[in-house]
């Protein structure tokens, strides 16, 4: 079945870029999607891309999609205290299904 | 405001009881999904429901049940055959372009544990 990636954990220092990697194995995937988890609430879908993308920029964050090896990431440049979170990245697959990754937990420190 | 509604936040269930998590949306969303996330796991589907009336099985459906009598309603019940039931319950929604879905849009959760 499809699998999706991610490391566990990230620090930064504030003011820094923060880069967060994703790979996923099912090659027919059509989106794929960032999301944003704080302590004890939902996800909040900030960003996707379509997979015939390269990139996308929006505002603070780039992504950029590998789609040859299967590899997505997420770079958030001037990365502040607010933004540490759980990401997760996931995939959508046949059946307009979405994997998700185990989430990156990024920790911004002063 | 538009969104997705969870209740409770916090729920207590104690041995062989069934408990049932209330997931309302006013996007006028025609999919709706339950999903439960396991500290360091991502996200496993419960359950999902394109349409009113029709809904099919996630990954892990054994032990819970749903029923989408509404298009702005999803509730799921977790049965006293879920021998693990601890989790965070995330409810999503979307809406349909075609036959394609659009982004999933998340309510806040609901914490069950056992009593």
């Known amino acids: 079945g499809e699998d999706v990636e991610q490391s566990l954990f990230l620090s930064v220092r504030e003011g820094d870029s923060s880069v967060i990697n994703c790979t996923y194995t099912?090659?027919?995937?059509?989106?794929l999607y960032w999301y944003k988890q704080e302590p004890g609430a939902g996800l909040q879908l900030l960003t996707y891309?379509?997979?015939?993308?390269d990139m996308k920029q929006d505002q603070r964050l780039t992504v950029l999609l590998n789609k040859k090896d299967k590899h997505l990431s997420l770079r958030i440049a001037d990365t502040q205290t607010g933004d540490s979170a759980i990401y997760f990245c996931?995939?959508?697959?046949?059946?307009?299904?979405?994997?998700f990754g185990t989430g990156t937990q990024l920790k911004v420190e002063l | 405001d538009g969104g997705i509604t969870q209740s409770p936040k916090y729920l207590f269930r104690k041995e062989g009881q069934n408990v049932t998590l209330s997931c309302e949306q006013n996007l006028n969303h025609d999919a709706m999904y339950w999903y439960r996330q396991d500290p360091g796991q991502g996200l496993r589907l419960i359950y999902y429901?394109?349409?009113?009336?029709?809904?099919q099985k996630g990954d892990i459906a054994e032990g819970y049940s749903v029923s989408r009598e509404k298009k702005e309603s999803f509730p799921l019940t977790v049965t006293s055959a879920q021998k693990n039931p601890t989790a965070f319950y995330l409810c999503?929604?979307?809406?349909?372009?075609?036959?394609?879905?659009?982004?999933?849009?998340f309510g806040d959760g609901t914490r069950l544990s056992i009593l």
């Open positions: 429901s394109q349409i009113v009336n029709d809904f």
């Open positions: 099912d090659s027919s995937s059509t989106y």
């Open positions: 996931a995939e959508r697959g046949g059946g307009n299904k979405l994997t």
């Open positions: 891309i379509f997979s015939n993308m």
């Open positions: 999503a929604s979307s809406s349909r372009t075609g036959s394609s879905n659009q982004p999933q849009h």
